[in-house]
Every structure is written in C-alpha cells, then in structure tokens.
C-alpha cells in the first residue's frame, strides 16, 4: 500500500466534511456524487446520509480499495482519477484530492514514471511549470460536471497567486461561477503545515465571477466579491491595503523588472566559476547569496565557495554589471523583508531578486532613489502589505508578489517612514 506521503494523502477532518458538504448547492432530486481519490470514501459515506442517488469513488492505490471492501450504495473503482475515462457527467464532485509535484526524482514525495508525467502534461491544458497534481486534479474534475453541476474540493491556497497556476485561474474564471473559503494553516496539522481553502465552483460558461470568503468560528465571512473575474493573482484585501495603494501611484513591477539570480546547478556548470574556500586569485570575487543580504545591509564575505573574474560576472547575468536593489525571498528579524542596495554590483545565485529599471539598463526607480526605496521595502509598512494581502498561504516571495507591491513617490516614502519614526534618508 502506497504512504500517505506517497499519494499526497492527508486524511480530511470530519468537520471539514461535514461543513464542505453544507455548501451544497445542486439539489432537486437524486445526485450523482464523485469523488476524486476517494482513499476511505469519507465524503462519499457521508453524502449517502444525505441524498438518494448515485455515489462514485475512484482510488488508485489498489490495496486501499481491497480493504474498503464492499461499501453499500458506493462504487469504487480502481483507477488514476487524471486518466480515468468517463462518459458520465456528475451533479456533486467533492473531496480532497492529492497535493505534490509528480516527478521521478526521488526530490519529490510523489513518484510518477515520466511517461505517465508527460501524459499528463498532454492532457491538462492548464499544465504549467512545475505544475501540482491538484490543479489537474481540478481540471479533470470541472470536465465531469453537469452543466450547473458544483464542484467542492479542498486544496492549498497556493493556486490564488503563483505563476504556475495562471492557466488554472483563467480556466476557472471561464468554467463558472467560482467561490474560495480560506480556511488558513491549521487544518492539517499535524501532518501538513500548508495554507488551504474550500474551492467551489457551479459549471456554467462565461460567468466569471469571484467571491473570496474566509471561515470564522463556523461560517463564512465574505471578503469581496468581483463581477468580471479573467483568471488574475486573487488576494486578500484590508482597509490598510487599500490606503497604502491609494497612497501609491503606480506597482514596483511597474518600473523594475524582476530578476532571479542563476541557480546552484547553473553556477555549478558554469566554465567561468572557480569552487574554492579562498579567494582562486587576484581579481576574484565571491558570488553571494541570501546570507549575504540582510536588512539594508550586504555582507560581501565569502559564503557559498563559488568565485568568478569580477569583470567576466556578465556571463552569468548581463545585469550583474549593473548597481541594483537586491531583495530576499522572505523575512528575516521582526518580520521585515530583506533589501539592500548592491553598489558594487557583484554577482548572486539562489533565492536572490534584482530590481532593473525598465526605462534604462541602470538603476531608475521613476524618481524613487535607490536608498529610498531600500527603506521603503524594509520598513514595517511593507511588511505589513504583504502580510495582509497574502496572509500565510506562502512564506516566500515570488516574482508576482514583488512586482505588486505598491510604489509610493519618494515623497510619499519620506511619509511612511516618518509615520514609522524611520525618516532618515541619505542623500
């Protein structure tokens, strides 16, 4: 029998059971109930208390359906839900369906043969980057509902707003009418320490609509609601985030482009990068990483025993030739960002982000000084935005979270900073 772990499996709490299946929608007779890897059919057993019709599991592990034995009112079929072949179209799917990236590489928890990998990737048109199983899960399932049929899973909240879920955002935005119930970090825990919502959608074409809600002591609460959703990053919204946006006249992916620094195996391939614990020779220098960059402060030690000619650094990024705000992919004490100002434009690798001025290949910040806009990203304000607005569906910032963030003029930065007793500002 497959682990948990093995099949991106965590046993869903009977409360949660109990209070996806209270925002049934479809009704008017007997149903017809799927549920997507299906494990001990807990939605299903409890579904069958609830309505006449017809209850559909399907399971992949072949020694958990043996064990399920014969359940009565319940078919369970032996299959994957992502290739499984049905020309039955259903009133209700609902469940859990399994979370991870499918690979090969031990790397990952989820082994998948790349043959059945990339059959996959052929299938789902929402299939993206390192694309999670859940997100074909929910393709495959928004193709077996009825016209008017609903859709109700839980999954992480991580497809509202990384990239590899564009596709998946934009394919729901047209599949129907789609409402998401944040439930927060702790629905899993032990087991999982992972930010989910309840994703439900009712099929009908073209609807594009949205209603963000986040469950509070045993109901919904709504957050907002948009009438011409089209598939963008869906966050959450406070009075606080709306000032600091009106008080902002344009987003930081407005002026700069954001750039990622080359990976390890990039640096690792490279022809021009000396592995060494000292300094290889004159001329040499470290290539650094996120434990170089603190808040408003570089250390430019060497760290990570990767070394390049100081004047060859251009191969690995042509922008490493340039002076440039660096930020860091997370938080570091007191919960502020890490940024700084790299004056003497050395090389990075890893989880390191480079702000380019999209006017000119130099630092430019549509008026906003470099050291301005240091203390701006590493001030209480920022910290603060983010929190607000993504809450803790991800501990890391991405390309698209960075290129949001709200720019004030210089003036208006000045302004924060006062208002957090930081105005001290060079030059």
Same mark, same amino acid.
């Given at each position: 029998?497959?682990?948990?772990?093995?099949?991106?499996?965590?046993?869903?709490?009977?409360?949660?059971?109990?209070?996806?299946?209270?925002?049934?929608?479809?009704?008017?007779?007997?149903?017809?109930?799927?549920?997507?890897?299906?494990?001990?059919?807990?939605?299903?057993?409890?579904?069958?208390?609830?309505? $006449?019709?017809?209850?559909?599991?399907?399971?992949?592990?072949?020694?958990t359906v043996r064990a399920l034995g014969e359940l009565p009112g319940i078919e369970v079929i032996n299959a994957d839900f992502l290739l499984w072949?049905?020309?039955?179209?259903?009133?209700?799917?609902?469940?859990?369906?399994?979370?991870?990236?499918?690979?090969?590489?031990?790397?990952?928890?989820?082994?998948?043969?790349?043959e059945i990998r990339e059959e996959y990737r052929r299938r789902f048109r929402t299939w993206y980057g390192k694309y999670n199983l859940y997100g074909?899960?929910?393709?495959?399932?928004?193709?077996?509902?009825?016209?008017?049929?609903?859709?109700?899973f839980v999954v992480p909240a991580t497809f509202m707003i990384l990239r590899e879920f564009r596709l998946l955002r934009e394919f729901l935005s047209?599949?129907?009418?789609?409402?998401?119930?944040?439930?927060?970090? #702790? /629905?899993?825990?032990?087991?999982?320490?992972?930010?989910?919502?309840?994703?439900?959608?009712?099929?009908?074409?073209?609807?594009?609509?949205?209603?963000?809600?986040?469950? /509070?002591?045993?109901?919904?609460?709504?957050?907002?609601?948009?009438?011409?959703?089209?598939?963008?990053?869906?966050?959450?919204?406070?009075?606080?985030?709306?000032?600091? $946006?009106?008080?902002?006249?344009?987003?930081?992916?407005?002026?700069?482009?954001?750039?990622?620094?080359?990976?390890?195996?990039?640096?690792?391939?490279?022809?021009?990068?000396?592995?060494?614990?000292?300094?290889?020779?004159?001329?040499?220098?470290?290539?650094?990483?996120?434990?170089?960059?603190?808040?408003?402060?570089?250390?430019?030690?060497?760290?990570?025993?990767?070394?390049?000619?100081?004047?060859?650094?251009?191969?690995?990024? #042509?922008?490493?030739?340039?002076?440039?705000? /660096?930020?860091?992919?997370?938080?570091?004490?007191?919960?502020?960002?890490?940024?700084?100002?790299?004056?003497?434009?050395?090389?990075?690798?890893?989880?390191?982000?480079?702000?380019?001025?999209?006017?000119?290949?130099?630092?430019?910040?549509?008026?906003?000084?470099?050291?301005?806009?240091?203390?701006?990203?590493?001030?209480?304000?920022?910290?603060?935005?983010?929190?607000?607005?993504?809450? #803790?569906?991800?501990?890391?910032?991405?390309?698209?979270?960075?290129?949001?963030?709200?720019?004030?003029?210089?003036?208006?930065?000045?302004?924060?900073?006062?208002?957090?007793? #930081?105005?001290?500002?060079?030059?």
């Amino acid at each position: 029998m497959l682990s948990q772990r093995e099949r991106g499996y965590f046993t869903t709490p009977e409360w949660l059971v109990s209070f996806m299946l209270s925002l049934v929608r479809v009704g008017g007779g007997p149903l017809k109930v799927l549920e997507p890897a299906c494990g001990d059919c807990v939605f299903l057993r409890t579904a069958r208390r609830l309505w $006449e019709g017809e209850f559909v599991g399907v399971e992949i592990d072949e020694e958990t359906v043996r064990a399920l034995g014969e359940l009565p009112g319940i078919e369970v079929i032996n299959a994957d839900f992502l290739l499984w072949e049905s020309d039955e179209r259903y009133d209700l799917i609902v469940g859990n369906p399994p979370y991870g990236i499918p690979s090969e590489d031990a790397h990952y928890p989820i082994r998948v043969r790349r043959e059945i990998r990339e059959e996959y990737r052929r299938r789902f048109r929402t299939w993206y980057g390192k694309y999670n199983l859940y997100g074909a899960f929910i393709e495959k399932a928004v193709g077996l509902l009825k016209p008017g049929g609903q859709l109700l899973f839980v999954v992480p909240a991580t497809f509202m707003i990384l990239r590899e879920f564009r596709l998946l955002r934009e394919f729901l935005s047209v599949s129907g009418e789609v409402e998401i119930t944040y439930l927060g970090s #702790d /629905v899993f825990r032990p087991y999982a320490q992972v930010s989910v919502v309840i994703l439900s959608l009712a099929k009908g074409e073209g609807r594009r609509r949205l209603k963000l809600y986040e469950y /509070v002591e045993g109901r919904r609460r709504l957050i907002y609601s948009l009438l011409n959703y089209r598939g963008e990053v869906i966050t959450f919204r406070t009075d606080f985030t709306r000032r600091l $946006e009106g008080r902002s006249r344009s987003r930081l992916g407005d002026e700069f482009a954001v750039r990622i620094s080359p990976r390890t195996p990039e640096i690792r391939r490279s022809k021009e990068v000396v592995e060494s614990r000292t300094a290889p020779g004159e001329g040499f220098v470290p290539i650094l990483n996120g434990r170089n960059l603190g808040i408003r402060a570089i250390d430019y030690s060497p760290r990570t025993g990767y070394w390049i000619r100081y004047e060859r650094r251009e191969v690995l990024r #042509d922008f490493f030739r340039l002076p440039r705000v /660096v930020v860091g992919l997370g938080f570091r004490r007191g919960g502020h960002l890490a940024a700084a100002y790299d004056r003497r434009a050395y090389p990075w690798m890893g989880d390191v982000y480079h702000l380019i001025g999209r006017r000119r290949m130099l630092f430019n910040g549509g008026g906003v000084s470099a050291d301005a806009l240091v203390r701006y990203l590493t001030s209480r304000t920022v910290a603060r935005y983010v929190r607000e607005t993504y809450r #803790d569906i991800t501990y890391h910032l991405n390309v698209d979270m960075i290129e949001r963030i709200p720019l004030p003029s210089e003036g208006e930065i000045r302004r924060i900073l006062r208002e957090e007793g #930081d105005e001290h500002l060079e030059g």
